[in-house]
T-cell receptor, first 110, second 115 residues
Framework: GESVGLHLPTLSVQEGDNSIINCAYSNSASDYFIWYKQESGKGPQFIID?????DKRQGQRVTVLLNKTVKHLSLQIAATQPGDSAVYFCAEKNTDKLIFGTGTRLQVFP | NAGVMQNPRHLVRRRGQEARLRCSPM?????VYWYRQLPEEGLKFMVYLQKENIIDESGMPKERFSAEFPKEGPSILRIQQVVRGDSAAYFC?????????????FGPGTRLTVL
């Protein structure tokens, strides 16, 4: 079946380092992907998106990379800050709905 | 510009009672989606609605659950005769009425606890 999954459930990084969060998807027909950040007790917050006709997209301190050959998605956060601590989800657009992975918890330590 | 609004933020019900969750989409958005999240898990799609229409309810349990998005007022997710397994966070998202309304913006969620 269709699924979106993550390789690492928890990622610990030192403040100032770069973070890389990975995601694998299984539906090769998917053409739109989103990364969300979810802080404790809050709803998912949109970070960045990418369409399948692109392989890279940059935002402020964040970059999303898409490798359609191996169906892999990654989120790179530059100069990670304590405020980046949260659970990060990738989501795949399937017709009208989003299919979410289980999430990666990012912990930033000083 | 207010984001997606959900209320109540927390809801406690006893087994057998009814739960009604409300969602007001972002201004100008006419597409509403409901998702359910269990602790330490990702969000699971339940239903997609446009004004007065259910477009996709493939993720909605066949019994006890219903959703509506009337012409006026918020979208409502209704759970009848709640059971402990219904305890979860329920999130609403909205998107604008464009041809490719891909990006969904989420509300803060309603945390339902069934005693």
């Amino acid at each position: 079946g269709e699924s979106v999954g993550l390789h690492l459930p928890t990622l610990s990084v030192q403040e100032g380092d770069n973070s890389i969060i990975n995601c694998a998807y299984s539906n090769s027909a998917s053409d739109y992907f989103i990364w969300y950040k979810q802080e404790s007790g809050k709803g998912p917050q949109f970070i960045i998106d990418i369409r399948s006709n692109m392989d890279k997209r940059q935002g402020q301190r964040v970059t999303v990379l898409l490798n359609k050959t191996v169906k892999h998605l990654s989120l790179q956060i530059a100069a990670t800050q304590p405020g980046d601590s949260a659970v990060y989800f990738c989501a795949e657009k399937n017709t009208d709905k989003l299919i979410f992975g289980t999430g990666t918890r990012l912990q930033v330590f000083p | 510009n207010a984001g997606v609004m959900q209320n109540p933020r927390h809801l406690v019900r006893r087994r057998g009672q009814e739960a009604r969750l409300r969602c007001s989409p972002m201004k100008g958005h006419s597409h509403v989606y409901w998702y359910r999240q269990l602790p330490e898990e990702g969000l699971k799609f339940m239903v997609y609605l446009q004004k007065e229409n259910i477009i996709d309810e493939s993720g909605m349990p066949k019994e006890r659950f219903s959703a509506e998005f009337p012409k006026e007022g918020p979208s409502i997710l209704r759970i009848q005769q709640v059971v402990r397994g219904d305890s979860a966070a329920y999130f609403c998202a909205s998107s604008p009425p464009t041809d490719r309304a891909d990006t969904q913006y989420f509300g803060p969620g309603t945390r339902l606890t069934v005693l």
